[in-house]
């Protein structure tokens, strides 16, 4: 796993450096900070360019400046990158520019080969005109080349552009409608959020959810290769007018990659909507069940006041947890994590969301104004990187879930020391520890200030926070450990118990054994005089058998085989007496005749051949016939 190397203070400080110092913050906050694999990436006012910033690289080296080949000619209050960095838009309501990242090249794998100054291809998107200014901009992430780029303007329109070489064009639009009156009923379209793809036999749909103030959410069905629709509104359950009587500004689809996805709506004054998504919608109807309203606790000592405080809200997804996401405004940060079981079916009204204050930049309503410019989280390993008001960068480790989540476990029963021998005790003790409630870091402004009776409310609130979630719980803890431990000694006892009497059986087993080895050695030694006697009385009844043995049988067939052998050599010897007896007289009758021989001396040398090899033919078969004589004689 990589080290984030802007968890040194010492770094976060010369990247403070390099953005500037801001005298006079806005009064709404931002989102120029954005992050994708190990690169953060900045807005940087002061110099008109964007700061990239690696969070792998040491030294220098890890600071680099994107500068636009045309500077964009609106202000930014908005930057994202897309899917894998290969391009930066930058936007505010006047106008939307994108700006094209170069490929990362070299032994780190920097941008552009790791130079610090890089001059980068830049394209005009929009600009604002007839009043129709830039609600949200996000690049759609079915596309592979990452250059299509989805805008939301002020009269409901919904853009879909392509970028080029050299300029860009819009290739789908869908309109909502929308004009002056619409915008003051609340009838016009403040954001939108693309949803978990869908699978299907063609390709991939990304739907894209689009929120109106008035609460009212439409869909589109934003695939890539054919023509887009507006479908809704979708139908909200239940049917509660004060359920929707707030204003709302931003929404944002969490969840969905296990089970049912969640459709998160933000309010204007810091109340947030929760809604499970009801069937499909790209297959089928779709509806929302609201099933939850969370109202965040914008300040520590805002929350005592009755004033109704505008804070609008702005959504951002946590991309380290799949059912977490992250709640900017203009008074800090907040941590939400839906504990509702995506994979569900059916929901459960004793399960709350957990929400964690992180940053309060405004803890007092007199206190001036300071809000963030924006928050982005990098993993692994998960962190929060949150840039303030004055272009601090404060970073934050994320907490996994099954550390601080109260909802997570079941709650402890009543019985106190009547613990589960099945329950592990490292989760009970995570759970004793799990806290309610939070406090938040306060970093205000630096001209703010704070009376004595509010430096004494926030210390107090600190206290009650400190013995409440901390101190209080030690004692619980102690009391579950000490439990634990009485648990463990029983066990102990009843297992040192168990281990004496099974020594004492296993005494018992080897006198066994031993025993029932002598019974077998002595069964062994009878054994083998029995089968010895057996033997003996074997032999002695087949001896007297009358029957031949099989010996006897085998020797039989064998002085068979022999007689008919030496019949056939009977035969042999025979017919060569007979050509002996027939060339002698021939012999003689030659002789009676004194016949001259009219032989050469190689015919005469060819004779005494046939002759000598016929004797030693003759010599041989006398030889056998002897041999023969003599076995019959045996």
């Given amino acids: 796993m990589r080290t984030n190397s802007l968890l040194d203070p010492q770094v976060r400080q010369a990247v ?11 009064r709404q906050t931002s989102s120029i900070l954005d992050s994708v694999d190990d690169h953060l990436f900045i807005w940087n006012e002061k110099s008109q360019s964007v700061l990239a910033v690696s969070l792998s690289a040491a030294g220098e080296s890890r600071f680099q400046t994107l500068n636009f080949a045309d500077c964009p000619q609106h202000a930014v209050t908005g930057l994202r990158v897309s899917r894998t960095g290969r391009w930066i838009a930058l936007f505010s309501e006047d106008g939307v520019t994108a700006l094209e990242v170069p490929r990362r090249s070299g032994p780190e794998g920097r941008f552009g080969g790791g130079d610090t100054e890089l001059l980068c291809r830049s394209i005009s998107v929009y600009r604002k005109r007839d009043d129709r200014s830039v609600k949200k901009v996000a690049w759609h992430p079915g596309c592979q080349a990452e250059n299509h780029l989805l805008l939301l303007t002020s009269d409901g329109s919904l853009c879909l552009s392509l970028l080029g070489d050299q300029m860009c064009r819009v290739v789908r639009k869908v309109s909502l409608g929308g004009g002056r009156v619409s915008s003051a009923l609340g009838e016009t379209a403040v954001d939108f959020s693309f949803g978990p793809a869908v699978e299907t036999d063609a390709a991939n749909i990304w739907p894209i959810f689009i929120l109106c103030a008035d609460g009212d959410v439409y869909h589109v069905n934003g695939d890539l290769s054919a023509d887009w629709s507006i479908e809704g509104p979708v139908e909200t359950l239940p049917q509660h007018e004060e359920n929707y009587s707030e204003e709302l500004c931003s929404v944002l689809v969490v969840g969905g990659k296990s089970g049912r996805s969640i459709l998160v709506a933000a309010g204007v004054k810091g109340t947030i909507r929760h809604y499970m998504m009801l069937g499909d919608p790209v297959n089928g109807k779709l509806s929302l069940y609201l099933y939850e309203k969370v109202e965040l606790d914008l300040g520590p000592l805002n929350s005592t006041t009755e004033t109704n405080i505008a804070c609008p809200l702005r959504l951002f997804p946590d991309l380290s947890s799949v059912n977490r996401y992250l709640v900017l405004h203009d008074a800090g940060l907040h941590q939400v994590e839906l504990t509702v079981p995506l994979s569900g079916e059916l929901l459960d009204n004793q399960l709350e969301s957990v929400v964690e204050h992180l940053v309060c930049t405004r803890p007092t309503l007199e206190a001036p104004h300071a809000p963030p410019l924006g928050v982005t989280v990098s993993y692994p390993p998960a962190v929060i990187f949150c840039l303030l008001a004055d272009n601090a960068l404060h970073v934050m480790k994320c907490r996994g879930s ?3 989540s109260t909802a997570q476990y079941p709650p402890l029963s009543d019985g106190g020391g009547g613990v589960s021998a099945a329950d592990d005790i490292e989760e009970r003790v995570r759970r004793i520890f799990s806290r309610d409630s939070s406090q938040p870091l306060i970093l205000a402004a630096s001209q703010t200030s704070i009376s004595q009776a509010q430096t004494l409310e926030l210390l107090s609130r600190g206290t009650e926070t400190l013995q409440k979630e901390y101190i209080s719980k030690l004692g619980d803890a102690r009391e579950e450990l000490s439990a634990h431990v009485k648990l463990l000694q029983g066990k102990k006892q009843s297992q040192e118990t168990l281990l004496s009497r099974l020594e004492a059986m296993r005494t018992d087993l080897r006198r066994n054994a031993e025993a029932i ?5 002595d069964v062994k030694d009878r054994g083998s005089d029995l089968a010895a006697r057996v033997e003996a009385v074997l032999a002695k009844v087949q001896i007297k058998v009358p029957a031949a ?6 020797m039989a067939r064998d002085i068979k085989l022999i007689k ?11 017919q060569l007496k007979e050509k002996e007896k027939y060339q002698r007289y021939q012999i003689e009758n030659v002789a009676k005749q004194n016949r001259s021989c009219m032989l050469n001396k190689d015919q005469v040398e060819n004779m005494k051949e046939v002759l000598q090899g016929n004797s030693i033919t003759i010599t041989g078969l006398v030889k056998t016939i002897t041999v023969a004589k003599k076995d019959i004689s045996l």
């Fill in 16 to 26: 403070s450096d390099q953005l500037g110092v801001i005298l006079q913050p806005g």
């Fill in 402 to 404: 099954a550390t601080w």
């Fill in 517 to 521: 080895s002598e019974k077998y050695e």
């Fill in 564 to 574: 008919n052998k030496m019949e056939q050599v009977r035969i042999a010897t025979e």
């Fill in 549 to 554: 043995s099989d010996a006897e049988l085998k």
